[in-house]
């Protein structure tokens, strides 16, 4: 019953359906471009035309065809070490979109939580979570990362959590802000008159109405964390051979970048174009789910 006397979200079936029969085509893009990665990832046992860790210096440096050289048995060709680069791509994109993914949950796990009970309780609560999530605000993410993998062994475990750990600051302090403006509503206040729980209030009422914002954040930070484990596999402190990330093979085909375009191009692609399929959705849900905007 209390939850009737809240305000409308955007999220309600009649918008949904109609957003969904209106999808634009910017939203179409991006969602061809992240099931592509997401399909090969799932099934990269079954499609890798070679095995990603198999070494054949014969044949290092094929390049992709139709360029003078090719081979069609290696249709993305090879790298210096003879490894066909299309198994390698796909075999990377698994653990690129688990650290997104995997990041992605655990981040938003904390800073959900840390949002509710920051927003809700206010007071003491609200103080000193949002002082730790202004000094952590304070220093910049990719330095604090630096810090943390410079002393811990990196390590694909350690570039989870350590990811999860630097990005729910996001949610905390987006998820604070709604649930300060929720928390006055008809419905809440009705429900604690009727002597409803506090974590009742908090996971039956209030959550739901977060769960809107809590989706687009999630969606816009897997992009943001899928950039910064290539950008520290590039530097050699995200993930570790004999493992394949995108971020991986960028930095192995750095020093051949001037007569083997393609062992530092094809990761740079396959992480443009998912991030770019990401951010295009990510755009798309803001506008279905807030309430604010029009569809």
Do not use: C
Not at 28 to 34: A, E, Q, S, T
Not at 108 to 126: K, P, Q, S
Not at 252 to 277: C, F, H, K, M, Q
């Amino acid at each position: 019953m209390t939850e009737s006397i809240g305000l409308p979200r955007a999220g309600t079936p009649a918008r949904s359906r109609k957003a969904l029969r209106n999808i634009p085509f910017p939203a179409i893009v991006g969602m061809v471009l992240l099931i592509v990665p997401a399909f090969v990832a799932i099934f990269a046992p079954w499609i890798m035309p070679h095995d990603p860790a198999a070494i054949d210096p014969s044949r290092a440096l094929i390049p992709p065809l139709p360029f003078e050289g090719s081979d069609p048995a290696y249709l993305l060709g090879t790298d210096n070490l003879g490894r066909d680069m299309l198994s390698r791509l796909i075999d990377g994109s698994r653990i690129s979109l688990l650290v997104g993914v995997l990041g992605v949950v655990l981040a938003g796990t904390i800073g959900l939580a840390a949002g509710l009970l920051a927003g809700y309780y206010g007071r003491f609560v609200d103080a000193a979570i949002m002082r730790l999530v202004d000094a952590l605000l304070a220093i910049p993410g990719i330095l604090l990362i630096l810090v943390i993998l410079g002393v811990v062994k990196p390590g694909l475990t350690t570039l989870v959590v350590v990811l999860g750990l630097t990005n729910w600051v996001v949610y905390a302090r987006q998820i604070r802000a709604e649930v300060l403006e929720i928390r006055e509503r008809l419905f809440v206040e009705a429900a604690k008159n009727f002597g409803v729980s506090h974590t009742r209030i908090l996971l039956r009422h209030i959550t739901p109405n977060v769960m809107p914002t809590f989706i687009v954040l999630s969606t816009l930070s897997v992009a943001t964390i899928i950039i910064t484990e290539s950008s520290l596999s590039f530097l050699g402190l995200g993930v570790q051979p004999p493992d394949v990330s995108w971020g991986l093979m960028l930095t192995s085909g750095r020093d051949y970048i001037t007569n083997a375009w393609w062992l530092s191009t094809l990761p740079g692609l396959a992480i443009a174009g998912t991030v770019l399929g990401i951010l295009l959705l990510g755009d798309w849900l803001r506008d279905t789910l807030d309430p604010r905007l029009g569809v």
